[in-house]
Antibody, heavy 122, light 108 residues
Framework: QVQLQQWGAGLLKPSETLSLTCAVYGGFLSGYYWSWIRQPPGKGPEWIGEISHSGNTNYNPSLKSRVTISLDTSNNQLSLNLSSVTAADTAVYYC????????????????WGQGTLVTVSS | DIVLTQSPGTLSLSPGERATLSCRASQRVSITHLAWYQQKPGQAPRLLIYGASNRATGIPDRFSGSGSGTDFTLTISRLEPEDFAVYYCQQYDSSPYSFGQGTKLEIK
């Protein structure tokens, strides 16, 4: 069973760049889309974006100008960078396994990382 | 973008009772492109249902999903103590994928 373990800085100042990494164990990056999702305190999740094993990306337009998702296939990891953060970016951030590349529109999330609370405060 | 609205915001029931949770989409969603998740405090969401009515691996059969078009339902036939949590629906019919704001199922 695939397991996702994530890490990164939990406290940022406004205008800094959020950087998180997620390692995939018990499975491979190939064949799937891999997403980042965030959840502000007390609110529903918000999808940030996804990347396929071949490096194709798809971002939420609301964050697209500030987001970069990348893969490190040699280490079976994916990363998230979110630039110019503000207090509105305070949330728990999750990595998650999403759709199967060869099956269109199969973009539910069946495996999740443990979550990283990122707080933006001056 | 597709907006998902869940109701009620909070549902108070007792163990053994039946729970019915609603998810309404702002535009038509293909019947196969709707998922449900359960989230407990301090944990990541857990996939319950995909394709509107298919249970994920290991999910008990007291959980069922139904619906079509813009209206979808998650039903828990007989509540167990471990079922009290927050539930979210998610559409993957079109990008950006979106989640509802959640229904909190609490013990009455």
């Amino acid at each position: 069973q695939v397991q996702l373990q994530q890490w990164g800085a939990g406290l940022l100042k406004p205008s800094e760049t959020l950087s998180l990494t997620c390692a995939v164990y018990g499975g491979f990056l190939s064949g799937y889309y891999w997403s980042w999702i965030r959840q502000p305190p007390g609110k529903g999740p918000e999808w940030i974006g996804e990347i396929s094993h071949s490096g194709n990306t798809n971002y939420n337009p609301s964050l697209k100008s500030r987001v970069t998702i990348s893969l490190d296939t040699s280490n079976n990891q994916l990363s998230l960078n979110l630039s110019s953060v503000t207090a509105a970016d305070t949330a728990v951030y999750y990595c998650a396994r999403g759709g199967i590349v060869v099956v269109p529109s199969a973009n539910w999330f069946d495996s999740w990382g443990q979550g990283t609370l990122v707080t933006v405060s001056s | 973008d597709i907006v998902l609205t869940q109701s009620p915001g909070t549902l108070s029931l007792s163990p053994g009772e039946r729970a019915t949770l609603s998810c309404r989409a702002s535009q038509r969603v293909s019947i196969t492109h709707l998922a449900w998740y359960q989230q407990k405090p301090g944990q990541a969401p857990r996939l319950l249902i995909y394709g509107a009515s298919n249970r994920a691996t290991g999910i008990p059969d007291r959980f069922s999903g139904s619906g079509s078009g813009t209206d979808f339902t998650l039903t828990i036939s007989r509540l167990e103590p471990e079922d009290f949590a927050v539930y979210y629906c998610q559409q993957y019919d079109s990008s950006p994928y979106s989640f509802g704001q959640g229904t909190k199922l609490e013990i009455k």
